[in-house]
Each structure stands twice: as C-alpha cells, then as structure tokens.
C-alpha cells in the first residue's frame, strides 16, 4: 500500500486525526502487486450544505443545508473543526466511501467561492459534488434529490454554478421550505426561524434526508432514490 498527503488520482482517502493536531486528508491506493481481486476503488463525495455562518441565522429557513450537514456530522461521526476555503469542513466516511463535508462561510451569496476551490484542491468530479440548500418552490418538509437542475431563484446555487464554471451537472438536494404567506418580504421570510409545526416537519425531513444523502453515495441514483422522491412528493398528501 502506498499513501500520500496527495495525488491526482483519488480514490480511497482517510481522516487522520493525531493528537492535538488538525485532521488532514490521507491518500491511499492500491499497488499492482496487491490481490486485484479484492482491491476497491472509492471516489470522494464532497457535500455542501448552504447557509449563513454566526448565530443571528442559526434555525433560520434559509439554513437548512447548514441543518443537514449537522445531521450528518452527527450520524457518520465526523468531526466538523477545520477551516479551508472559507468553509467549514469534517473529513470522514460513509461505510467505506470517503466524504468531505462543508459549511461555507462566505455567506450565502457567495458560497461558490469554497465550493469551487474545494472541488479543485481535492479533484472532486462535478457527479460527485451533492449541494443541499432551501427550496421555496417545495413544501415545507419536502424533500428532492436530483442529479442536476438549474439555479432558480437561488443566490447561493447561482453562485456555486457560476464558480464551477456555469455546470449544472451536479447532484443537489432541495429542501422544501415553503413560499412567504401573502405579501411576506421574501428576505424576511427567509431569515424568520419556524413556527413550531414547520419545526417538527423539517427536523423529520433532516432525519429522511439524511438516510438518502446515504443511499446516493452508497449506490447512486439507483431505483432508493427514485422511491423516496415519489414518497416525498406525495408525504402530506391525503389518501
């Protein structure tokens, strides 16, 4: 086994954690005179959640993606504690496929910067780049995972889009927060916090998303997800 810091060709990485130091990427591939029979090649997810750094937005609706990068962290065991590219960043693993997730901490508007760089240092392909943002076009509490999409009317899609050099090709997870009731300032819609019900149903649709998240980098858009879209769809739908 040969291991690295770096390499071009990244296939299977590990967090490496010493004592009283940061974590950083470990590279590891297999030689050719290992058993090819029972070599496994990984390639790294990067997941980016989009949100607003600092407490004044904290549980807002427009932090969501922030939301599901917690969740994660917490069910996968990464620790979230280093900064890189104007993000916050946790290196792990979900079974044996290496992920890295990441906060931005640009805010919203311009959170492509450290997607962009962040994609770029660790050769991450545009298939394997999920983003996970706020999407007023759902109800609240829905869900949407797909392999590609536009950037609507979002400031923080558009600017991750514009920073990969306007490519769409990449995963993204939606989730739904609702539009502003009546004559609502949408700014002001997303910056309010959830009433207690809304809560309930985000919080539900964190834990849903999260299991998805998995099931995307475990086996790709395969018929899993195809299900918990239709599921999504129709969740508050009465029979």
Not at 8 to 13: E, G, L, M, Q
Not at 207 to 216: M, N, R
């Amino acid at each position: 086994m040969i291991c690295s810091t770096y390499t071009p060709r990244i296939y299977h990485f590990h967090a490496v954690r010493p004592v009283f130091q940061k974590p950083r990427f470990r590279v590891c591939s297999s030689t050719s005179s290992e058993n090819d029979r029972f070599k496994i090649e990984y390639t790294p997810w990067l997941i980016v959640g989009l949100g607003n750094p600092g407490n004044k937005y904290h549980g807002t609706r427009h932090n969501v993606g922030f939301e599901m990068i917690d969740v994660l962290a917490r069910k996968e065991g990464v620790l979230m504690n280093t900064i890189q590219s104007k993000a916050l960043i946790g290196i792990g693993a979900i079974e044996e496929v290496p992920i890295l997730l990441a906060k931005p901490q640009t805010y919203m508007n311009f959170s492509g910067e450290s997607v962009g760089s962040l994609a770029s240092h660790y050769r991450v392909p545009l298939r394997h780049i999920l983003l996970i943002y706020d999407e007023m076009a759902l109800p609240n509490g829905v869900l949407r995972l797909q392999p590609k999409g536009g950037q609507g009317y979002h400031n923080g899609v558009k600017s991750v889009m514009g920073n990969l050099d306007g490519r769409r090709n990449f995963p993204r997870l939606s989730i739904g927060i609702g539009k502003p009731p009546g004559n609502m300032d949408m700014k002001a819609f997303l910056l309010q916090k959830f009433s207690p019900w809304e809560r309930k149903q985000i919080d539900e649709a964190l834990e849903q998303g999260s299991e998805a998240v998995k099931t995307l980098v475990l086996s790709g858009f395969s018929q899993g997800i195809s299900r918990f879209n239709l599921v999504q769809k129709y969740k508050f739908h009465k029979v």
